[in-house]
């Protein structure tokens, strides 16, 4: 806990995380966006991120919000861009590597929309009294 902030160390016991999945992946991207430079990734490391995010990524459900932070933890347990590439969002990127980047991404997109249609199956299926198994672990093969 150590090297947290004062605010998390503390926390009560009956704080609760935000419910929207959609707010909880547009703050992963947030932070994301605070690493795009050298500074900002010293910044959030600083604060003990990683240990955050892997607590989080054991709680999260919701596919394409573990992969924001699957993306993060990435960036934070990863070696420092080479000098002249701090600043990740000025980085050119040759062409040949951008499109195979956006195939990566569109393949990314169906495999999230085939994990999301898998958990609201599973959660019907709870909901509705069936045994749906431990869909979470079978997302995470």
């Known amino acids: 806990m150590e090297g947290l902030p004062v605010d998390l160390q503390y926390l009560p016991e009956d704080k609760k995380r935000e419910p929207d999945p959609d707010i909880r992946k547009m703050l992963i991207e947030t932070i994301m966006l605070l690493t795009t430079t050298k500074a900002g990734r010293c910044i959030v490391k600083d604060k003990k991120t990683y240990l955050i995010m892997r607590e989080f990524h054991k709680w999260e459900k919701e596919p394409d919000v573990i992969t924001a ?36 991404d569109l393949e990314e997109e169906a495999r999230i929309e085939k994990e999301q249609k898998e958990l609201e199956k599973s959660q019907l299926s709870e909901n509705t009294g069936g045994d749906s198994g431990d869909v979470r672990e079978g997302l995470r093969r």
């Open 69 to 104: 932070c699957e993306k993060l933890v990435q960036v934070l347990i990863g070696d420092e861009p080479e000098p002249g590439m701090e600043n990740l969002m000025q980085v050119k990127i040759p062409e040949e590597m951008e499109q195979k980047f956006l195939h990566l």
